[in-house]
């Protein structure tokens, strides 16, 4: 017996030393990166700060920015009670079984296969002897062993490939949970503009009732007209109109904020704050590093190296499948006495399977796997392109409205100016009503419109951190 095992040990060990990879050798795309991003603010802009002042890429926590304690505890809630972020983690579960089960092919498989078997033999068998029993009892205690010879890479390739997956989905996770946090933080942007915006409702029909009651005052004494009753009323009217309407529409944005964070709408409420929220400085940091902090990226990138692989898997079925194992253990006719030499039996020896006719099935296989990895390679460049245009988006948003705030902002002082004269000189006799209410109107427009620019570059640099990979990295390659 020692020969025959000492020869099956030598095959073993040199299939694992002359196996080979059918697969090509791994080199992703390489993407020219730009020396620095084209709508980066410059030297002088308000939102500019010297490149080593700031850390390369957004902190883990990027939303503190904003400064409200209230949107750190609801992005807390992400991680344990989004029911999508909980779909995407059991994905990422499922790879990793998925590679485990791929990896216990590297190994060999044993089994034992016991079993005690009564017989009756038929009495019109072939080659029946007078001196053979009818019946008799089969005792048997052995078992298996398989292992397949990986000369040509399939084994290794198979398990290159899902281990590929598993990175994959581990990125697609890190990608859900960063679209989720950056949903949650603009939607809550977008809460607390309402906020501001109902506040400044809320002063407004304040003033505009004032000056109802005032003209009404002077219409009871003789000096204001209908008409300037009238529009005093519009004015208030429309006013508490867009009150009610601006409501409704925060109430939709809690509930979308509710959702998010796994909890019934009927049962969440989040109080009013009319403090603006801080307008963060988002690290940009270099084009070059963008693609290694993009989760989405990450993930066509490894779904690249896995469709590799899997050409490895499509070239290996082209050559003979060789599997080397055996089968031994004891055998008797009773229970009693069974572990004896005498009752041994083995079997050991390697076995080929070699596919001499498929009808073209092989070649189709690894034609499918190659148009697998030129899809792979086109998603990766698009979506590396689509990273590097995310980030010029918001960086141009954020350039430009923050110009567009401070010309607001000048437009509002005028417009608070020409309201006070336009009211002053009604009271004085010296303007109609019609100033007066062309003024109120104006100045409402405006305020509610630099409210809507605060608003608007908030959740430019929730959309710039976003865009920058937020603060997930991805593992090292």
């Known amino acids: 017996m020692a020969k025959p095992l000492a020869r099956w040990i030598a095959g073993v060990t040199l299939a694992l030393l002359g196996g080979c990879s059918m697969a090509p050798a791994y080199r992703p795309p390489v993407l020219a990166t730009p020396p620095a991003f084209k709508e980066m603010p410059m030297a002088g802009d308000r939102l500019w700060k010297p490149i080593d002042a700031i850390p390369a890429a957004p902190p883990a926590a990027w939303w503190t920015g904003f400064g409200d304690p209230l949107l750190d505890r609801l992005e807390a809630r992400i991680d344990s009670d989004n029911p999508t972020l909980a779909g995407a983690l059991a994905r990422y579960d499922l790879a990793r079984a998925t590679l485990a089960g ?3 092919g590297m190994f060999p498989h044993v089994e034992l296969t016991p079993g005690l078997l009564r017989n009756r033999q038929s009495d019109n068998r072939p080659l029946r002897g007078g001196s053979q ?3 008799y009892t089969a005792a048997t205690l052995g078992g298996t062993i398989s292992y397949e010879a990986d000369l040509w890479g399939r084994v290794r390739n198979s398990v290159t490939s899902s281990h590929a997956l598993a990175e994959a989905s581990r990125d697609d996770l890190a990608a859900v949970k960063l679209a989720l946090q950056g949903q949650l933080a603009a939607d809550f942007v977008l809460l607390r503009g309402q906020d501001l915006q109902l506040a400044l409702l809320s002063q407004t029909i304040n003033a505009f009732a004032k000056a109802d009651a005032l003209t009404r005052n002077r219409f009871r004494g003789g000096i204001a007209t209908g008409m300037d009753v009238g529009r005093a009323g519009a004015l208030l009217g429309e006013a508490r109109a867009q009150y009610a309407e601006l409501e409704a529409a925060r109430a939709v944005t809690e509930h979308a904020i509710a959702s998010l964070v796994g909890q019934p709408a009927s049962t969440f409420a989040i109080p009013r704050r009319d403090a603006p929220l801080i307008q963060p400085i988002i690290p940009v940091g270099l084009p070059s ?5 993009r989760p989405d990226v990450a993930a066509a990138e490894r779904r690249m190296a896995a469709a590799n692989a899997r050409i490895g898997v499509a070239k290996a079925a082209f050559f003979p ?3 080397l194992g055996g089968t031994g253990g004891f055998q008797s006719t009773a229970l009693a006495g069974l572990i004896a030499a005498p009752n041994l039996f ?3 020896g390697p076995g080929a399977v070699l596919n001499l006719f498929d ?5 189709a296989d690894l034609a499918a796997a190659r148009a697998d990895w030129n899809a792979a390679t086109v998603e990766y460049r698009s979506r590396a392109l689509a990273a590097f245009q995310d980030v010029e988006d918001a960086l141009a948003t954020l350039r430009h409205l923050d110009t567009a705030q401070t010309a607001q902002a000048q437009a509002v002082a005028s417009a608070t100016s020409t309201s006070q004269i336009a009211l002053d000189r009604y009271i004085k006799g010296a303007a109609t009503y019609l100033d007066v ?3 109120q109107e104006s100045l409402l427009r405006d305020q509610q419109i630099a409210l809507s620019l605060q608003t608007e570059r908030l959740t430019a640099s929730v959309a710039l951190a976003r865009a ?3 603060g997930s990295p991805t593992a090292s390659r």
């Open 102 to 104: 791929a990896r216990s």
């Open 359 to 363: 009808g073209g099935k092989r070649r």
């Open 468 to 470: 920058l990979g937020g």
């Open 289 to 293: 590093t963008l693609l290694a902090r």
């Open 321 to 323: 499948q060789i599997a």
């Open 346 to 348: 083995w079997a050991i």
């Open 133 to 135: 029993p009818d019946f």
């Open 437 to 439: 209410a062309t003024a």
